[in-house]
């Protein structure tokens, strides 16, 4: 049971320009959206989050969108800096508490 | 301000050979601790929560199992490794019912 896609394995993006990375879900029960930034053999950091009750939330660079109809989550990277450079994962909770559901991550390469 | 240790930092073990990694929470009492693991090509999965001393959760059957003897330790073990074992451990924490989890550097284990 797939309750979030990240249907993008990788992104190529030349800096300066935008990123786009988008989470499908398919789990009503999900009320709070995350997006996390992984570089190679470390762990995830925290990035940027959205509450059902929102639909935008800006933290400088990033965005993130939520469409609660279309049960879409995306997030916005503008201007792309080569250091931006890692596998994005969204993460989804709700309905059991604690938990978090993650998708499989999109590899964002951002090219000088 | 809080820190989470992981160790070790890789390991390589035999098929058959038990296993003990450790995680250890600075900075916060009674935090929610997660186990994670991500295969090659493959996104986080959840392995264990554990919201209080003594008290695990267990998301995916496996021959693995996690404990609490501590209120900020975490410990993964194993009796016999499998080949199927092998990947990049990730262990988190949260504060109450707070959504977002805080994961440390991680254990990249080579089960041979």
């Known amino acids: 049971d797939q309750q979030v896609k990240q249907n993008s394995p990788s992104l190529s993006v030349q800096e300066g320009r935008i990123s786009i990375l988008n989470c499908d879900y398919t789990n009503s029960m999900f009320d709070y959206f995350l997006w996390y930034k992984k570089y190679p053999a470390e762990g995830p950091t925290f990035l940027i989050s959205i509450s059902s009750i929102k639909d935008k939330n800006e933290d400088g660079r990033f965005t993130v969108f939520l469409n609660k109809s279309a049960k879409h989550l995306s997030l916005h990277i503008v201007p792309s800096q080569p250091g931006d450079s890692a596998v994005y994962f969204c993460?989804?909770?709700?309905?059991?508490?604690?938990?978090?559901?993650f998708g499989k991550g999109t590899l964002l390469t951002v090219n000088p | 301000s809080q820190t989470i240790h992981q160790w070790p930092a890789t390991l390589v073990q035999p098929v058959g050979s038990p296993l003990s990694l450790e995680c250890t929470v600075e900075g916060t009492s009674n935090p929610n601790l997660y186990w994670y693991r991500q295969a090659a090509g493959r996104g986080l999965q959840l392995l264990f929560y554990s919201v209080g001393i003594g008290q695990i959760s267990s998301e995916v059957p496996q021959n693995l199992s996690a404990s609490r003897p501590q209120d900020r330790q975490f410990i993964l073990s194993s009796k016999k490794l499998l080949l199927s074992d092998s990947g990049f451990y990730l262990c988190?924490?949260?504060?109450?019912?707070?959504?977002?989890?805080?994961f440390g550097p991680g254990t990249r284990l080579t089960v041979t």
């Open positions: 988190a924490w949260a504060v109450g019912a707070a959504y977002e989890q805080y």
């Open positions: 993460a989804f909770s709700g309905g059991s508490n604690y938990k978090l559901t």
